[in-house]
């Protein structure tokens, strides 16, 4: 079992930057795939970026590549996500995500664990 919670989220002016935190619990944190997700007001949830177990392979949305990193630090059981240059469009709930798994990390479905979420909001 993995309990996940986040934080870091706020409201940032358009071109700022946030850094979003996901504190895990559970054994075994580094058999875990781990992701952010985000979800906009009337949309569909939607993948941000993954991190493998190790960390040694990173993955990110189209949308998000060159702005967004992804990192995590296993002996503290934590996944971050830096947020540079943030747009109005970057506006949603974010989640993390776990899963005892190393494909298909874009698909939410492939999770089995999630956070709560912290809310971002970009201003113009």
């Known amino acids: 079992q993995v309990q996940l919670v986040e934080s870091g989220g706020g409201l940032v002016q358009a071109g700022g930057s946030l850094r979003l935190s996901c504190a895990a619990s559970?054994?075994?944190?580094?058999?875990?795939?781990m992701a952010w997700f985000r979800q906009a007001p009337g949309k569909e949830r939607e993948f941000v970026a993954a991190i493998s177990g190790i960390g040694s392979a990173k993955y990110y949305a189209d949308s998000v590549k060159g702005r967004f990193t992804i990192s995590r630090d296993n002996a503290k059981k934590m996944v971050d996500l830096q947020m540079n240059d943030l747009k109005p469009e970057d506006t949603a709930i974010y989640s993390c995500?776990?899963?005892?798994?190393?494909?298909?990390?874009?698909?939410?479905?492939?999770?089995?664990?999630w956070g709560q979420g912290t809310a971002v909001t970009v201003s113009s």
């Open positions: 559970g054994r075994m944190f580094s058999d875990y795939s």
């Open positions: 995500a776990a899963a005892r798994i190393v494909s298909n990390l874009a698909n939410s479905g492939t999770y089995q664990y």
